[in-house]
């Protein structure tokens, strides 16, 4: 069976797993979302009484206890673990990965932590992909493709949003569009759009009505995507503070994870509408039917900033998109709001059209992927009448966030740990090669007691400029000679017989080791200006690494990259 | 044809373990069977090729190079044959009268190669001194002849080379070898000759080809007993 499917066509083969991986991805977002509500349902009642500020508390500590301690996962939003697997290691995800974070974040999110279910899907998605392409045995760079399958599955099914599954597996996670990306991804997204539906019917999750968009309201619009950038930024700093500050000021995760819960809970004491993934409070902000005022709005906006920061940062299991489209509604609403109150002679577009044009807004911002935004607002409310304002308010707040969050929130700390390799970067190239691939061999090694005259003789039978000096007894590295250093003696027959290599070689010349760093030999290749460094494993050398030997390594690398 | 791992690193010119990572990694066109890797070699030329990677093969198929072995410069003296009495006052005579006398295959042009001896000439006379001299082209040209050979002339009297010595030249040289690194050689081994007074003596009252021949094969043989002499590994130039 294995043997006849691997007799196809490597592009079919993509596309079959990739409908497979949909089915599963589909499934996967079915039953989180499924068991969401169920638990819901259940806590329902308790919600209202005294107790209930311990709810988030409680299901974050125990998210992160089920997460650290029974299935030994790291806690997160997952996003980020995913893109490190695409570019590090070859996509591989463990297969644990495609169902703890689905628990870890019902227990989370169900017991009203603010957060979504879209990355840990995505991770399920991503890790059930991953798990199928090794088991039919394909080689990294299909991996890739099918982990970014699993992932628009999982994103097109939650959200019934085809296309904004596509672009979001293409723009934030894989970094790159190919005709060979595409093509599966593409059909993945449909399938498991396709399997959502299948199960729960074909809802679109915020269906509007008809706005009457005037000149006026594409002007205003512009200024609402100042206001969500500067949401966004507020919302993509805070989490930093508090991820950090949580890390060093908490050992335990699950403390930590436990205090942030608490902390939710009690905003949720004042402000009940930032518990959970927060669906029902859009839906209302849509439909036209949120009735607070100006300054409740506001401060929802920051409560539910705070409090997202605290269940993600502190090391809860969910997603940024859910709060990201919260925060974006009730921006746009408060946006809205300030227009009647500043100009209550025009007649606006209305609560709804501004609210889905704020979630574009953020949306955009903090992921830095205006398009998964414009597509994901454009698919979930079903309005097309929109697009233009949608578009100009997600590059404009994309534009202006990344002025001061230039990464997203899912590669900030990839970025920071260097470790967000996108394909066809120096980076990536550098990373892929290996020492032992690079290291010359055909070296001829002199001895300390040799005298010049034999120095000579060996260079007139090498075509080498460098040559390591060892040990003759002990066979330890001690240093090298170069031509130019030498040079100006070479031609003094009187030296040939008095001067020792001893006294010619260089002792202090850098070396450097298999264990290294592409990336940091290149900068000893800067800082010494030399063009070869010897390569010494336990004082002994092995060979030498030189830049035009890197150069044609590169080269090639570069050139098996290219797709055609 | 099928290859194997270490038959493809050969033919693309990288490590192994570099074959292995695009194996991995999925880069290159590979079949399993028996828990083994091989390649098609169509297939790993047409993915080479699409990818503009350079083939090892491609280096074997170009014509194989001439290698100076240890009786080249006799050989080469040989081939290029002893003439005496060769008339000319002027340099342009002589050569042309060397280039005339010099046994090239039918389709050389004669007429290019004497232009070719003539711009050397404008650049720096050739007299190297001592009454010798060793005109040759100003590229090695492979399209005069794949074997290198050198036309020995004695003249039948003194020409004025504009040597570096101002001593009139009663002996010329012609060589013409097909790369830099075999005229290199020649005219290392020849002016090592050159530099022995006895041998001098001898050239300038040799008289005979064979006793020529004879007395070179000998000065060779000398040279090859002093190994190290002489740079003549392969890979002694060019190269990093």
Redesign the interface.
């Known amino acids: 069976m294995r043997r006849l499917f691997l007799s196809l066509h490597e592009r079919l083969q993509l596309i079959i797993i990739a409908s497979f991986v949909g089915v599963c991805g589909g499934l996967a977002s079915v039953a989180l979302n499924r068991s969401l509500s169920a638990v819901s349902t259940a806590l329902q009642p308790h919600t209202g009484h005294w107790y209930g500020f311990l709810f988030p508390a409680c299901g974050a500590a125990l998210s992160a206890i089920f997460l650290n301690h029974v299935v030994k996962d790291i806690g997160g939003h997952g996003v980020p673990e995913v893109i490190y697997a695409i570019s590090r290691r070859?996509g591989l995800l463990r297969l644990r990965s495609s169902v703890s974070r689905l628990v870890s974040c019902l227990l989370t999110i169900a017991s009203g932590g603010s957060a979504g279910p879209e990355a840990p899907v995505v991770i399920s998605g991503g890790s059930i992909g991953s798990n199928i392409a090794s088991f039919f045995?394909?080689?990294?760079?299909?991996?890739i493709v099918i982990v970014g399958c699993g992932a628009a599955a999982a994103i097109a099914s939650i959200f019934n949003a085809p296309v904004a599954g596509t672009i979001f597996a293409l723009e934030a996670i894989l970094g790159e569009w190919t005709p060979i990306n595409l093509i599966p991804i593409a059909i993945s997204s449909v399938v498991g759009t396709e399997v959502s539906r299948i199960l729960q019917g074909n809802q679109i999750p915020f269906q509007n009505r008809v706005f009457p968009i005037s000149m006026i309201d594409l002007v205003a619009c512009l200024g609402l995507a100042g206001l969500t950038a500067l949401g966004s930024v507020t919302l993509t700093r805070m989490l930093k503070v508090v991820r950090d500050k949580s890390n060093t000021l908490l050992p335990y995760a699950w403390v930590r994870a436990g205090l942030g819960g608490l902390l939710v809970g009690l905003i949720g004491l004042t402000f009940s509408g930032v518990l959970g993934e927060g669906y029902e409070v859009i839906r209302v902000i849509i439909e036209q039917q949120y009735s607070p005022g100006l300054l409740i709005i506001g401060l929802m906006i920051v409560a539910k900033i705070t409090a997202t920061s605290l269940t993600i940062g502190s090391g809860g299991s969910g997603g940024i998109f859910a709060p990201c489209l919260v925060i974006g509604s009730f921006t746009g609403l408060f946006y809205q709001r300030i227009l009647l109150d500043l100009f209550p002679s025009v007649s606006w577009a209305g609560e709804g059209y501004f609210a889905l044009l704020g979630m574009a807004g953020v949306i955009s911002s903090v992921l830095q992927a205006p398009l998964t935004g414009i597509f994901l607002i454009v698919e979930i409310t079903g309005s097309y009448q929109v697009l233009i304002s949608v578009v100009l308010v997600s590059m404009v707040s994309a534009t202006i966030s990344h002025l001061f969050e230039p990464f997203s929130i899912y590669h900030q700390e990839l970025i920071a740990q260097g470790e967000l390799l996108r394909p066809r970067t120096d980076r990536r190239i550098l990373s892929?090669l290996?020492m032992?691939?690079l290291l010359e061999e055909d070296c001829h090694v002199v001895h300390p007691e040799m005298r010049l005259k034999d120095l000579v003789?060996t260079v007139?039978?090498?075509?080498?400029?460098y040559f390591p000096v060892e040990d003759s007894k002990t066979g330890e590295f001690l240093g090298m000679i170069h031509l130019d250093d030498i040079r100006s003696y070479l031609f003094n027959p009187y030296l040939y017989n008095t001067v020792l290599v001893e006294e010619l070689m260089d002792r202090e010349v850098p070396r450097v080791s298999l264990e290294d760093d592409l990336m940091k030999v290149f900068e000893l290749f800067d800082k010494t200006h030399s063009?070869s460094l010897p390569v010494v494993q336990n004082r002994r050398f092995l060979g030498l690494i030189?830049k035009?030997t890197i150069l044609d390594?590169y080269r090639?690398e570069l050139?098996?990259?290219?797709e055609? | 044809m099928i290859l194997n791992l270490e038959e493809a690193a050969k033919l693309l010119a990288?490590?192994e373990?570099?074959i292995r990572?695009?194996?991995?990694?999925?880069?290159?066109p590979v079949r399993?069977g028996r828990g083994q890797y091989f390649f098609v070699k169509k297939e790993l030329e047409k993915w080479a090729r699409?990818?503009?990677?350079f083939l090892h093969r491609d280096l074997e198929n170009t014509p194989s190079q001439y290698e100076p072995d240890e009786n080249a410069l006799h050989e080469a003296m040989r081939r290029g044959g002893v003439f005496f009495n060769v008339e000319g006052k002027e340099v342009d005579e002589v050569l042309r009268n060397a280039v005339s006398l010099c046994p090239l295959p039918p389709q050389v042009d004669r007429e290019f190669l004497m232009e070719m001896l003539l711009q050397r000439e404008k650049l720096a006379s050739t007299g190297i001194g001592k009454g010798v001299a060793i005109p040759h082209p100003r590229y090695p040209l492979a399209e005069f002849s794949n074997e290198p050979l050198i036309t020995t002339c004695f003249l039948h009297s003194p020409v004025d080379f504009h040597a570096v010595d101002g001593i009139p030249v009663f002996v010329i040289f012609l060589m013409l070898s097909p790369t830099t690194k075999a005229h290199l050689f020649f005219l290392s081994r020849l002016s090592f000759c050159l530099r022995d007074q006895t041998f001098m003596s001898f050239l300038k009252q040799c008289s005979a080809q064979e006793e020529l021949l004879q007395k070179i094969a000998e000065m060779e043989d000398e040279i090859s007993g002093e190994k190290?002499f002489l740079?003549a590994?392969p890979?002694?130039f060019?190269?990093?």
């Open positions: 070859g045995r394909l080689k990294d760079r299909h991996r892929e290996n032992v691939e003789a007139q039978r090498t075509h080498r400029n063009w030189s035009a390594h090639k050139m098996v990259q290219e055609i | 990288v490590p373990v570099t990572r695009w194996i991995r990694q999925g880069k290159i399993e699409t990818h503009n990677i190290g740079p590994s890979g002694a060019g190269g990093p």
